[in-house]
């Protein structure tokens, strides 16, 4: 089945510095993949839309020159959390819509990330 | 988009089965209903989804109502590998095809 890579699993990393999240799709080719954040005990919140060649979709509230988003192929979609701080502390899972129509999405195994 | 209302929480008995209910009275025609589940600390897993007729594959049995606006899940057998948060998902209309998770369902299997 269609598989997601992500990665780091998990990060620590200064206050201030900056991240980068990759989420890879292995075995076929994604137009539009999601970034979601995850806060403990709490559902998952979709940040952003990103879609291959062109600027990413995000959404209400969210940051998009703190959270960047690159989507440069069909295969890779990346994440940045630009000066990072300790509320950016989080679960970040990335998805990936696999095909036309009713078709499933795959989700990554998800980064988490620590600012310290 | 559709919204999604579910239990906070539910526990059955390992062996038995577990019906998750989910309602989404303001579906739309062309709107399918996803079924996801998480467990600790992973991504959300694909279980099942559908649009109007029920559906069955290897890991669960979707039951959806003739008006649509309610499904159930059913794990047949549950174990304890199934304890998870199971999210209910109606997909967005728009051409964006985002899904957006609502609360969810903490499911617990007992020994």
């Known amino acids: 089945g269609a598989v997601v890579s992500q990665h780091p699993s998990r990060v620590i990393c200064k206050s201030g510095t900056s991240v980068k999240i990759e989420c890879r799709s292995l075995d076929f080719q994604a137009t539009t993949m999601f970034w979601y954040r995850q806060f403990p005990k709490q559902s998952l919140m979709l940040m952003a839309t990103?879609?291959?060649?062109?600027?990413?979709?995000?959404e209400q509230g969210v940051e998009k020159d703190k959270f960047l988003i690159n989507h440069a192929s069909l295969t890779l979609s990346t994440l940045t959390v630009t000066s990072a701080h300790p509320e950016d502390s989080s679960f970040y899972i990335c998805?990936?819509?696999?095909?036309?129509?009713?078709?499933?999405?795959?989700f990554g195994s998800g980064t988490r990330l620590t600012v310290v | 988009d559709a919204k999604t209302t579910q239990p906070p929480s539910m526990d059955c008995a390992e062996g038995r089965a577990a019906n998750l209910p989910c309602n989404h009275s303001t579906i739309s025609g062309n709107e399918y209903v996803y079924w996801y589940r998480q467990i600790h600390s992973q991504g959300p897993q694909y279980i099942i989804h559908?649009?109007?007729n029920n559906e069955t594959n290897e890991m669960a049995s979707l039951i959806i109502t003739e008006d649509r606006k309610s499904s159930t899940l059913i794990l047949p057998h549950a174990t304890l590998r199934d304890t998870a948060v199971y999210y209910c998902i109606v997909r967005a209309q728009d051409s964006s095809y985002k899904l957006i998770f609502g609360s969810g369902t903490r499911l617990l299997v007992r020994p």
């Open positions: 998805s990936a819509k696999t095909g036309q129509g009713a078709d499933g999405y795959t």
């Open positions: 559908g649009l109007k």
């Open positions: 990103s879609n291959e060649g062109s600027k990413a979709t995000y």
